[in-house]
């Protein structure tokens, strides 16, 4: 956008003024943030005019998405605006700091990890494409809560996120569409066979555009989060009919819950229902939007496929298949056949995970009662399905059993997204080997060209540009600026990988985050870092494949050791946490007790001479990884193999130049091939290790146990008052891994684990080996920018004909 620093301060202030009716230096932040924020929406919302007319014509693609975990969005909107050098320079000016303005900002949490966070940044590389692609969501009353630690212990908190308002949504409601459930479904034969769907709840979907605005080009493209309401006809409420007044308060409130929060817990049947509703609700909605918008294109249903792609991003948005037959059938008088090869050439399908527990089922119960006519449709699907396995396996029951969508009293979500699709995908190699040859094999018999693989990506506008503009600017003197389009470039990088002024200049930036980080830590939480030391970063989710438990353990050994030798030459290192645990997953909410716990007993023993600190950053969210990626030298990717589809953590922190110490699991696979082996660390079961001792039925940890005895010194302290805290209290770690077989191989990993810790030291002390790892590590990093992965569904699957044309990367290694 073309505008000068003097034209933005009369226009900023100018703003101030009619905003808040005084002079900018009696204004708070939070008030500065207002008018920064609101002077942004307003030279978005004419480009967006624009991009949509421009868009008319193209095939649209919808991505349908349970999460989108945004992360806070001024800043990007004033990097993609190609405003951001133009507003720091007129803030330095007015003697305002921006920084201080941008944390004012919410940080909106409408997502928990991994999955979330990648749709968000699809949606951030389809817009810098060019491509006109849509993501469809929920607008959550509440995001995804905040975490305080109190005594250790996680506290779950509601995220209030829109209690000031959320200045870049735009609430449509005159295209509010209507949403039923429960009821009864009627056969009518009038002709033609119809349903009569009667006495169903009727519910509001009303949708909040966000712009997504394209880097340094003309396309704005659209986040749809769609909030449920109830009919303000519904409202019956006086003093003379109290019980109509009751239920109709029970029924807002009913209503309500459906977009009130992300994740409902499901340990119950009513918090399974909701979660149903949640997943019918977005489908619904979007796609009668979508059926909508093709209509005022003048564009017939028949050609459905060759004008709009969906996108189903898991399997939560998996009920796009029938509700799509729904529409077709019931809708729009759609003969079966026809509605069902335009649905499968439409719609398309990302598997993030092969882990047991995470693939969708529903009681067949539950969800004929909510959805009655949805169960029909699907039933009549199953059906037809088992018809055609049938045929090509006569008399096997076993196997058209296996494969069926409805059996045993339950609809597996997973088998109807692949039959109701043109495309399934896995998102990284091994993932999708994993689920080929494994997981669903049979499927991939049966359909062997739906399968195909598209490792995941990250926006580097993000996680670089924004969390490391030093970073940036160091890149493009050196590489010149076209690495921000073509980050490929980026491996101009590496004839200066040994250069030692380079390396200089590099290790300065990270020296001044790291102090920077330091500092941010102290005053979070009291604990005094040192910025000198070797920064180790484990920030995710906390969950059993991904081992906190090991990290943990390993500190404990090597605090053992400093213990037994306090002289010890050993790298001072800190050790950053950070994650949230599911609040109904009890393990993982004591992992973070058991660590904080850890970092308690390290922190305060004087003995050890600061060598080695802990901390556990509470209330880990977009923001606060961006704040840790420039300042990380090692990043923790130590995933039981086969575990962890892909990782995304992993493409972010080699993007800023931390090494990966890390298993051979998902995208850690492909980050080794493309950066060498020299430049990682890897050790540990390989994925085929794992799922042998699995079919295996698992291992004995006792052996380990009884003969490693630095793993039997540190399980030991987990239940002999080492740590603070009551001795039994982390006695269910304790018997996860002896009494209930150590199922994500922690202990069977362990001595590989500190052998390889070892190893990264011994290279971190070769100062200048060091800092060439990390450069060629930010050097290989363009093949996992968003950018590519998306640019591969764009052609492979979507067959979108951009407005651009197709860039072209470091083509990504074949599946
Ligand atoms: O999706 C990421 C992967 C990661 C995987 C994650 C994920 C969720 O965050 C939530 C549900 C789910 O099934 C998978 O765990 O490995 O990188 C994006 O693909």
Known sequence: MNIDKEEFQRQYLDKVAKLHGKPLEETSDGERYQALSSLIRDY?????????????????????????LLGRLTDMYLINLGLRDTVAAAFFDLGVDLAAILESEEDPGLGNGGLGRLA???????????????????????????????????????????????????????????????????????????????????????????????????????????????????????????????????????????????????????????????????????LQAILADLARRDIPLTRLSDHVAVHINDTHPALAVPELMRLL???????????????????????????????????????????????????????????????????????????????????????????????????????????????????????????????????HRRFLIKANPQLAALLGETVGEQWVQYPCDLLGLLPHAADPAFQDKLAAIRRWHKSKLAAQILDATGVRIDPDSIFDTHVKRIHGYKRQTLNAFHIMHLYNRLKADPGMDLTPRTFIFGGKAAPAYRLAKLTIRFINALADKINRDKTINDKIKVVFLENYNVSLLEKLLPAT????????????????????????????????????????????????????????????????????????????????????????GFLPGGPDEYRPIFDSFLHHGDHFLVLKDFAAYVDAQKELERRYRDRRHWLSMSVRNIAHSGKFSGDRTFTEYAVDIWRLRPEAPVRCYCSADED
């Open 120 to 286: 968000a940044c699809y949606l951030d590389s389809m817009a810098a494409e060019s491509l006109p692609g849509h993501g469809c969501g929920l607008r959550y009353r509440y995001g995804f809560f905040e975490q305080d630690f109190v005594n250790g212990r996680q506290i779950e908190v509601p995220d209030d996120w829109l209690k000031t308002g959320f200045i870049y949504e735009f609430r449509r409601s005159d295209e509010a569409v209507e949403i039923r459930f429960g009821g009864t479904v009627t056969p009518e034969l009038n002709g033609k066979l119809r349903y009569r769907h009667e006495n169903y709840e009727s519910v509001l979907a009303v949708p909040y555009d966000v712009p997504v605005v394209g880097h340094l080009n003309d396309t704005v493209n659209t986040l749809r989060l769609w909030s449920a309401e109830p009919h303000r006809t519904d409202f019956v409420c006086s003093a003379t009919n109290r019980n109509d007044c009751l239920k109709t308060i029970e029924y807002k409130n009913d209503v309500e819950a459906i977009t009130s929060v992300l994740y409902p817990d499901d340990s119950t049947r009513d918090g399974r229902v909701l979660r149903l509703k949640q997943h019918y609700f977005l489908t619904s909605a979007s």
């Open 329 to 459: 059938i019931d809708e729009h008088g759609m003969g079966w056949d026809e509605a069902w090869s335009l649905t499968v050439a439409t719609i398309s399908y990302t598997n993030h995970t092969i882990m047991p527990e995470a693939l969708e089922t529903w009681p067949v119960d539950l969800f004929q009662a909510l959805l009655p006519r949805i169960f029909v449709i699907v039933n009549e699907i199953n059906e037809r399905f088992c018809r055609e396995l049938w045929q090509r396996y006569p008399g096997d029951w076993d196997h058209i059993r296996a494969m069926a969508v409805i059996a045993d009293g339950t609809i597996r979500m997973a088998h109807l997204a692949i039959a109701g699709s043109h495309s399934v995908n896995g998102v990284a190699q091994l993932h999708t080997r994993i689920l080929k040859e494994r997981v669903m094999s049979d499927f991939h018999q049966f359909y062997p060209d739906k399968f195909n693989n598209k490792t995941n990506g990250v926006t």
């Open 44 to 68: 978005i919302g004419q480009r967006w005019l624009l991009s949509r007319r421009r868009q008319r014509q193209g095939k649209q693609v919808y991505y349908l998405s349970i999460e989108f």
């Open 633 to 720: 030298d090692v990043s923790e990717q130590i995933p039981t193999a086969s575990r962890e589809a892909c990782g995304t953590g992993n493409m972010k922190f080699i993007m800023n130049g931390s090494v990966i110490i890390g298993t051979l699991d998902g995208g850690n696979i492909e980050i080794r091939n493309a950066v060498g082996e020299d430049n990682i660390i890897t050790f540990g079961l390989t994925a085929d290790e794992v799922l042998n001792i699995y079919e295996r039925g698992g291992y004995n940890p006792w052996d380990i146990y009884c003969g490693d005895e630095r793993v039997k010194t540190v399980l030991d302290q987990l239940v002999n």
